[in-house]
């Protein structure tokens, strides 16, 4: 984990925005509102801080606002987007008087908790498959606009209780103090300049490491939080700060009560693979990770009766590595990582650049259009300001022109296409695109909100299109590792 020169929220400003009208009209919601400020005061104000002080990221305790109540009525029959997020944001933020949101500042996080039944979607991404929540940035008029996203545990999102938590609450304060510990130490990423990142394993302070731990409230209220890693990527936990096992060291004993299920797999195809493990007596289930980097991305999660699975999606001649936690009520028991390598993909004939035209189709929108490469198996769109480069996504062989939407007016594009197979890939020539200036109000910056969607024309099906720069990992909850 090291510095990368970005800003930090040396002592955060935390305010909890309630997104929806729900935390207005139910008494349970009121209530857990109630609990959640409790619960930001004392993550920002205690320990938790401490821990983040100590190990050397340059940040120390804060203070928390009361939360505040944002009164949409959300339409819970399609996803709430990140971009219609920051839209409501800077709507409260235009009437902050009456809103009651604090004003932004350097040290200032906006922590949004989105009212039960909602999926998030963030880029391609969304909260029933993707991620427990996420942090990011925009700017908004001049100034930077940091907050987290909090979806509700529960349906349409996954349960509490499949990613390892006993409550909804308890998965709300531990992915609340993932998402803030990233934040605090990189609260600008894929935005502007890194903070504390570990670029080899790609992650951040929180992603690092699975364990939980918990911190003590008001009338000894336990609240469960999740430990980070130090600059050696040990974990380390609120209140003592001491290193435990990290990345590549063996995983702590299983817990009293479960044994570590034994591991087996078998590749059955160039991009499948079959996993079956060992029974474990008291198992209320098992969860199937991936290993991915040195972090664990959670595929799925199954009965207690299921002890085989088949993972589809692999990389051909790569090697997969894979692991199997039993877990019940009580406690989680680790298999051991098993690797597999997959058989190669039949010889392939190199690809030649493909021929990239862009044109703006408004102010925020640019449409890609290019050349067919018989050989290739996918096309990769990356963007570029002239300073800042992202990739936006990929898209399947049959696929060859896409729309890229949330751009900002008035501004300077390049893309560039990388057609690519198993053996080689060729970049078309950088394409520039320059979209018309709006004559009226404030468009959030591309490096956040942009979607790369298959365009109408030209498409032959078989897109697979990503999310945008802010969409990369490392910023986002994923599965029970975050």
Known sequence: MTYQGGALLANVEAQAVYLGSDWSTNSSLKTQAQATDQFLSTLVNGPYMDMLANAGYGVARGTASAGVVDNLNLNKSVAL?????????????????????????????????????????????????????????????????????????????????????????????????HELAEAVTDPNVNYKALGWYDSQLNGEIGDLTRQTSTISGANGVQYTVQDVVNQNDQAISPGTGSPSPGPGQPPPAPSPGLSAPTLHANAVSTTAADLSW???????????????????????TVSSSTTAVQVTGLTPGATESFEIEAFNSAS?????????????????????????????????????????????????????????????????????????????????????????????????????????????????????????????????GGAAPGGAAHAARGHEARGRYF
Request: proline share 6%.
């Open 81 to 177: 987007t990140d971009s219609q997020i920051q839209s409501d944001l800077e709507s409260m933020l235009a009437n902050a008087q009456a809103s009651g949101l604090q004003a932004p500042d350097a040290n200032r996080l906006y922590v949004v908790y989105v009212e039960p039944g909602v999926v998030v979607k963030m880029g391609s991404a969304t909260s029933q498959t993707s991620f427990l929540g996420y942090h990011g940035a925009f700017g908004d008029g001049g100034v930077d606009i940091h907050y987290a996203v909090m979806p509700a545990p529960g349906s349409p999102n996954p349960s509490p209780g499949s990613q390892g938590f006993s409550s909804a609450f308890d998965e709300l304060t531990s992915v609340s103090s």
């Open 278 to 300: 060992t029974a474990v007596s008291g198992a209320q289930g098992y969860r199937v990770y991936q290993i991915v980097n040195g972090q664990s991305a959670l595929l799925g």
């Open 332 to 460: 989680i028991a680790d298999s051991s990582v098993v690797s597999v390598t997959m058989p190669a993909p039949a010889a392939q004939s190199s690809v030649t650049p493909p021929q990239l035209v862009a044109s703006a189709a408004s102010p925020t929108i640019v449409v890609l259009n290019w050349t067919s490469e018989p050989q290739a198996t996918g096309y990769r769109i990356y963007w570029s300001n002239g300073y800042q480069f992202a990739y936006l996504g990929t898209v399947g062989s049959s696929t060859t022109s896409v729309t890229v939407t949330g751009l900002q007016s008035g501004a300077k594009s390049f893309f560039l296409v990388e057609a690519f197979n198993s053996v080689s890939r060729a970049d078309s020539q950088w394409v520039f695109v320059a979209t018309p200036s709006y004559s009226f109000g404030n468009v959030a910056g591309f490096g956040h909100s942009a979607e790369l969607q298959p365009s109408a024309a030209g498409s032959g």
